[in-house]
């Protein structure tokens, strides 16, 4: 079999921290050197520095700049792609490259580490030679988290531990894969397969998007100041995605799109089961994320703007396995009607 590539781009973030003697992680230690010694079969592995970025200090720009760098190594007609990037913000970056990178042939596998890549011990081994293999040999085309075994889509993973090894899960979806030894374990999961197709890029983005967490003690007036002059808003509700009563006139004051999804980890937006979610369902800028997470929905919302076009219809149409389409059932809602009917037929 002839070699092929596997091109990793490194963006920062704690893999490429080593520790001092005192114990303090500075970004002194490049990860090429965890890749010197990593072996796949046929596969040959190429290093390429983006940024140098831990990423709590990443944005919404530096996306685009991955995306680049991404357009650019396939050029290369690699076998796939890692990036290499710090663990803060990885689920965001994994979310907006799963929006930008349209028709991709080949994995985008992101992973990260925990305890710096230059310190013994570190995961930052495993976490790269489990991320390899994937860009190796999974037969999907899509970009993806690893971490501790775990293959996650972009767009469902969610960092649940501050630093813990095992920090990512994949919320509200089936893992596409685990890893173990280097092989591959395919997840029940529908996958986009890989393909000859040739990637383009949609990078448009209107950052101009909050997300907001809807609190006990948030006040129409303070929720005012927060929209004022935003293109537009995600609301973490809260149960299954309900909006405080006295805060509802200021959204519909407010006219720009509002994605509701829940502050709940599980679950998602259900609202149509209480009589109480007429109120927040009526109003017309109002769009639910049903199962999407809040911050794959706060990126989402941001590419959708970017793109133009029907806003609602975009955020509602499922594009990287961030939403999974479900009839609204509002059983309670009808059947409260009903029985008010009855009680007037009587």
């Not at 190796?136 to 970009?143: H, I, R, S």
């Not at 994949?170 to 893992?175: E, K, T």
């Not at 995600?234 to 959204?251: F, S």
Request: with cysteine; aromatic share 4%; charged share 20%.
């Amino acid at each position: 079999m002839a070699t092929q590539k596997v091109i990793v781009l490194t963006t920062g973030g704690t893999i490429s921290h080593r520790s001092d003697k005192s114990g303090v992680a500075a970004m002194s230690f490049d990860p090429a050197e965890i890749l010197s010694g990593l072996s796949v079969s046929n596969i040959e592995i190429e290093c390429r520095a983006v940024m140098r970025k831990g990423s709590m200090d990443v944005v919404s720009g530096d996306w685009v700049v991955i995306a680049d760098a991404i357009a650019d190594a396939m050029a290369s007609t690699p076998r796939g792609i890692v990036v290499a990037h710090g663990t803060d913000t990885m689920q965001y970056t994994a979310a907006a490259l799963s929006f930008m990178l349209r028709h991709l042939p080949v994995p985008v596998v992101m992973t990260g580490s925990i305890i710096p890549g230059g310190d013994a011990g570190s995961d930052a081994l495993p976490n790269l030679r489990d991320a390899v293999a994937v860009a190796a040999l999974a037969e999907f085309a899509e970009v993806c988290v690893v971490f501790a075994g775990k293959i996650i889509r972009g767009t469902r993973a969610r960092k649940i531990h501050s630093h813990a090894a095992d920090a990512f899960a994949s919320i509200n979806a089936p893992l596409l894969g685990t890893v173990v030894n280097g092989k591959i374990a395919k997840g029940v999961v529908a996958v986009e397969p890989r393909s000859t197709s040739r990637l383009k890029l949609a990078t448009q983005l209107d950052s101009n998007v909050m997300l907001i967490k809807l609190t006990p003690n948030l006040s129409a007036e303070a929720l005012a100041r927060y929209l004022d002059g935003a293109s537009g808003v995600v609301l973490e509700g809260t149960g299954v995605g309900h909006i405080r009563t006295d805060l509802q006139p200021m959204l519909a004051r407010f006219g720009n799109p509002v994605v509701l999804s829940t502050q709940a980890v599980y679950g998602g937006e259900k609202l149509g089961g209480y009589e109480v979610d007429r109120s927040i369902l009526a109003l017309p800028n109002v769009i639910p994320a049903g199962d999407m997470l809040s911050e794959t929905a706060l990126v989402k919302l941001m590419w959708a703007l970017g793109q133009g076009g029907e806003i609602r219809a975009l955020m509602r149409t499922n594009i990287a396995g961030e939403l999974r389409t479900v009839l609204r059932k509002r059983r309670l809602i009808r059947k409260t009607e009903t029985h008010r009917h009855g009680r007037a037929r009587r």
